[in-house]
């Protein structure tokens, strides 16, 4: 039998620790949830390798869904700086690792996704995990979801082109959002801070993650 605790300590510590992380709420997080609870029974003993882990197939013109690789998503998670006092919008939840991680940062957490199979799936594995403080809702990426807003953190879980106004209008007065943007190796780590009603971003580091849905640049008209 695989000993997933010592796989995931062994995880934060040659993975994550090396990277730069050390907020001991997102160390303390990833040492806790069990990522191998998070994908299909034949990748479980490959659950803590530092790779990003397929959790649905590429359909209908829509990108393979992915958890996150663990070391650039936990520096993401520690620049949304996230406290039991927020209120957290996570967008595309896929099969909800990151949702149980964030539960764990802060004190409620709204996790939007737009393929249903995953909606459900990852609604029955954090019940059944006791993460009791997430909302799973399905709706489309790039909308957000307007209906509980204003967030404090917006987290965009996995790579954008653009994001839309409509979105970050869901940020509270001093709330952040955090997303990559750009695809590949030249893609950006940002973290977006709202203002007096505007909202201005900073540049942090590379992170090349896979790409969400939904988040394209519409096509340009060339005369």
Same mark, same amino acid.
């Given at each position: 039998?695989?000993?997933? *605790?010592?796989?995931?300590?062994?995880?934060?510590?040659?993975?994550?620790?090396?990277?730069? +992380? %050390?907020?001991?709420?997102?160390?303390? *997080?990833?040492? &806790?949830?069990?990522?191998?609870?998070?994908?299909?029974?034949?990748?479980?003993?490959?659950? =803590?390798?530092?790779?990003?882990?397929?959790?649905? /197939?590429?359909?209908?013109?829509? /990108?393979?869904?992915?958890?996150?690789?663990?070391?650039?998503?936990?520096?993401?998670?520690?620049?949304?700086?996230?406290?039991?006092?927020?209120?957290?919008?996570?967008?595309?939840? !896929?099969?909800?690792?990151?949702?149980?991680?964030?539960?764990?940062?802060?004190?409620?957490?709204?996790?939007?996704? $737009?393929?249903?199979?995953?909606?459900?799936?990852? %609604?029955?594995?954090?019940?059944?995990? !006791?993460?009791?403080?997430?909302?799973? +809702?399905?709706?489309?990426?790039?909308?957000?979801?307007?209906?509980?807003?204003?967030?404090?953190?917006?987290?965009?879980?996995?790579?954008?082109?653009?994001?839309?106004?409509?979105?970050?209008?869901?940020?509270?007065?001093?709330?952040?959002?955090?997303?990559? +943007?750009? =695809? !590949?190796?030249? *893609?950006?780590?940002?973290?977006?801070?709202?203002?007096?009603?505007? %909202? $201005?971003? &900073?540049?942090?580091?590379?992170?090349? +993650?896979?790409?969400?849905? !939904?988040?394209?640049?519409?096509?340009?008209?060339?005369?």
């Amino acid at each position: 039998m695989m000993d997933y *605790a010592a796989a995931r300590t062994k995880m934060v510590d040659n993975q994550i620790r090396t990277t730069d +992380v %050390t907020s001991h709420s997102v160390l303390t *997080a990833f040492l &806790t949830v069990p990522r191998e609870a998070f994908v299909a029974a034949e990748l479980k003993p490959l659950a =803590y390798i530092d790779e990003d882990m397929q959790v649905a /197939p590429a359909a209908n013109g829509n /990108p393979a869904r992915y958890i996150m690789e663990p070391s650039p998503l936990a520096k993401l998670l520690q620049l949304a700086a996230i406290t039991k006092d927020d209120l957290v919008l996570e967008i595309g939840c !896929g099969a909800g690792y990151a949702a149980a991680l964030l539960s764990l940062l802060a004190g409620s957490v709204v996790a939007t996704e $737009s393929d249903e199979a995953l909606v459900a799936k990852s %609604t029955e594995t954090l019940s059944e995990l !006791g993460y009791d403080n997430i909302a799973v +809702v399905s709706a489309k990426l790039e909308d957000g979801y307007a209906a509980e807003a204003p967030y404090d953190v917006i987290f965009v879980n996995g790579a954008v082109e653009e994001l839309s106004e409509s979105l970050l209008a869901q940020l509270r007065e001093g709330g952040r959002l955090v997303a990559v +943007v750009g =695809y !590949g190796n030249a *893609a950006r780590a940002r973290l977006y801070v709202r203002n007096g009603g505007i %909202t $201005s971003y &900073t540049e942090y580091f590379n992170a090349a +993650v896979k790409p969400l849905p !939904g988040f394209r640049k519409a096509a340009e008209f060339v005369f």
